[in-house]
């Protein structure tokens, strides 16, 4: 009887064993998944290098130019490309948009966003937003009256803050490039929009300049 007993609480235990241990892998395992998702030391390094150097207030011009030629032949979703690609391209004005841009800084990797948009000389946009990085990507989302606007933003080879958004219904894929060099950015970019065909040229394309202008007291 005892024999059987003792056999009986060895089974018992050997089962919590069991179950503890496959617990304890499996916690483990999550934990390495998670440590795996979250990288706070490569966050740092791009908010420090990419993002803080932003803090403050950004005023310049960003004007919009259409090729009168539509969308030609010529390379598709261009990322490699400099202030010279735009200038020499046939262009017609579309839009001047004079914009301000605020960045303070908001936690560990966040920034609140501030950007007031002047169109046409009249009309004047005030927008409100974050920017964050997660994981080492950038997120920037920006609250318009035509909704949330999100970009993910990243660093090229040459160092500088690339931007993407892309949207499928309707139809939308914005590329910018920010070239900062000290107090001054130089903003390129390109746009797909609505019925434009992705295998071809953009049709839209924006050349812009900023500059960090000490805050208004």
Known sequence: MKKSKMRKINIKWSHHFILILALGIFACKGNSNRAQQTSPSKSK???TELIKPLEGTWKGKIYTYSDPRGQVDEAAQPKDFSPKLIIARPTRTEQV????????????????VKVVEKQKGKQIYTNHGFRKVEDGIIVNSINKLTGTEKRIGY???????????????????????????????????????????????????????????????
Not at 97 to 108: A, C, F, M, N, W
Not at 171 to 185: A, G, N, S, T, V
Not at 196 to 203: N, Q, Y
């Open 45 to 47: 390094a791009v908010f």
């Open 97 to 112: 948009t004079d914009i301000t841009e605020t960045y303070i800084s908001d936690g560990e990797f966040s920034q609140r």
């Open 155 to 217: 660093k090229d080879a040459e160092n500088n803050l690339n931007w993407t958004r892309e949207e499928r219904q309707p139809q939308l894929l914005e590329f910018f490039k920010h070239i900062r060099k000290e107090d001054k950015i130089r903003v390129i970019g390109w746009g797909y929009y609505e019925g434009d065909d992705l295998t071809k040229a953009p049709r839209i394309w924006y050349l812009g300049d900023l500059r960090k202008v000490e805050p208004t007291k």
